[in-house]
């Protein structure tokens, strides 16, 4: 990683922070210098504005976790393997409500035109696609209906994550929603 | 219903409509007083401000779901029959993201110490459990996990109801939510 990239490496991983911490419209770009240490000059010379840095944001999240599930099948990783490190990943995210976007990403969308959301919501939908008819063509899941279960995956996560923001939930309502996706997909008990 | 009874659920009719446009945070008492076409003394004499009125919405729509399947229960309707009201609900509810309050949610928990979310989320709990419960007792609805499909129904419908104001959602989408829920309860399909 080149010095450029490791500033731009940064000033990301602060952004999400600020993001998180105070949604999207409250975070300035002075903020992010402030934060960062960087210079107005230094900082605009990486990004132009808070909606190019946000969108900057989105993009880590995404590719990460999307490239996660691909390395793993390409390493013919048993399904249910994967399974287990997402919905682990999954229950971690929901115990953490103030690492959460979700404020963020309403008023990103509110305030930009910004089409990255629909992008970023088919990527997920296609990730968990992937793992979903890999497992089945293990013989390692059931054969659900692939697009029901993605959408309960995906909902009932990004609801969980948002009411914990607006309530305190227990890790148990957590578990119980990673345990539901699991006995979909294998049958089992944890 | 008294005239002042009329009023004040003119008022919370007005409201709920311009928290759901506008979030929490955006909506004065003057708002109000230009879309009921009260005045000021007229409006306060009900509300004492954006907070209460916030309150009085959130227990309308909660009063009123739940009063729903209780006197159903009682009255012994079969519990797919009730199941089947509910799901439909819930859909029409998912098409028009519009109506949602979830921003508006967020934004009074933030800048209140209302309780109110707890209070409300437990009432959708108890409701949901109590249907679910009679369902078993009455032999139409499989032996689920009680906890865990609560979980599921109210996150999974929270979730599809946030994104549906982030991205744009096909009915399709909602529609698998509520036929997983159907099946994990009755085992059947649509």
Redesign the interface.
């Known amino acids: 990683m080149t010095k450029g990239e490791k500033t731009r490496e940064n000033i990301i991983d602060a952004s999400y922070a600020l993001f998180s911490m105070k949604g999207f419209k409250q975070v300035t770009m002075k903020d992010v210098c402030e934060v960062t240490g960087m210079s107005r000059g230094g900082l605009y010379s990486h990004f132009s504005g808070t909606d190019q840095l946000f969108e900057a944001v989105l993009e880590k999240i995404t590719e990460k976790s999307a490239a996660d599930f691909q390395k793993e099948i390409e390493k013919e990783i048993p399904a249910a393997k994967i399974l287990e490190s997402a919905l682990h990943l999954m229950e971690e995210e929901m115990k953490h409500p103030k690492d959460s976007l ?2 963020a ?2 008023e990103f ?1 509110e305030m930009t035109d910004s089409d990255i ?2 992008q970023l ?1 088919r990527n997920a939908e296609e990730k968990w696609k992937k793992l979903i008819r890999y497992g089945i063509k293990r013989g390692e899941f059931r054969e659900v ?1 692939v ?3 993605v ?2 995956i ?10 914990s ?4 939930m227990k890790p148990k ?1 957590f578990r ?2 990673t ?2 996706i699991r006995k979909q997909l294998t049958g089992g008990e944890r």
């Open positions: 979700s404020i990403l309403y969308v959301m629909e919501n209906n697009d029901e279960i959408n309960v995906l909902y009932s996560y990004q609801g969980a994550r948002m009411w923001r607006i309530i305190s309502t119980s929603i345990d539901h």
